[in-house]
């Protein structure tokens, strides 16, 4: 699938996030378990698929067949961004098949010493024909990763950063001013809990959105509950 046909595919549309890491209960050390999220994912009409880890793109590409915007997740020292911040991880994910590497945009520490705009140039100059995903938390680092020639922006960081506003639902005035900004899809994740928040984003420019936890994140739904009963 090359890029405008990706972009036809998800436009207006809800691309679900299947992911699992360490320490958290849906990760299983054996044997890779987010497929069956994928699948459900599939089955209730989502037109592709985000998730972390090698070898979740595989299995999901393998259980879906539909495009995988893919990354991984990983903490090195000196690093404050973790969503596939070096060239280790997004030669990982092209030999994996990932439909869309998503890296981290942020203009955050590097431990490699490189700013994040040398190292996307370089990601761009071995990889020219891939589709690449900026996650990034603020409107002055998505116009920067739109300049770079990022093929799509993301609001995925808004929220995680020290440059962001900590807010309990989801960014939709970055949403807003990037949509009218950037001549790129600007797809807005993070902090989408319920329905009419989803909507609200689309509404608000969102080429389409990507829901994770609200969908596929039983202990985060679980708590959400809980804390609602608790403090009634």
Avoid at 144 to 157: E, F, P, Q, S, Y
Avoid at 180 to 197: A, L, M, S, W
Wanted: charged share 25%.
């Amino acid at each position: 699938m090359n890029k405008q046909e990706l972009f036809e595919q998800i436009k207006g549309q809800m691309i679900i996030s299947c992911q699992a890491i360490p320490g958290e209960p849906l990760y299983v050390e054996e044997k890779s378990v987010m497929y069956l999220m994928a699948r459900a994912a599939k089955m209730a009409g989502t037109p592709a698929i985000r998730t972390s880890s090698i070898r979740d793109v595989a299995a999901i590409k393998e259980e879906t067949g539909l495009p995988v915007i893919g990354l991984v997740k990983i903490q090195y020292p000196g690093f404050e961004s973790y969503i596939t911040p070096t060239m280790k991880e997004v030669d990982e994910l092209v030999v994996v098949g990932s439909d869309v590497i998503a890296l981290d945009c942020t203009l955050r520490a590097r431990g490699d010493g490189k700013t994040v705009n040398e190292f996307i140039k370089e990601v761009r100059q071995k990889y020219p024909d891939a589709i690449l995903m900026a996650d990034i938390s603020n409107y002055e680092e998505g116009v920067n990763a739109w300049k770079l020639g990022m093929d799509i922006v993301g609001t995925t960081m808004s929220g995680y950063t020290a440059d962001s506003p900590h807010m309990d639902g989801p960014d939709y005035e970055l949403v807003s001013r990037l949509s009218k900004t950037v001549d790129v899809p600007v797809i807005g994740e993070g902090k989408i809990h319920y329905p009419d928040q989803a909507v609200k984003m689309l509404d608000a420019g969102a080429f389409a959105i990507v829901v994770g936890g609200a969908i596929t994140r039983p202990l985060e739904i679980a708590n959400r509950f809980m804390d609602a009963v608790k403090n009634r």
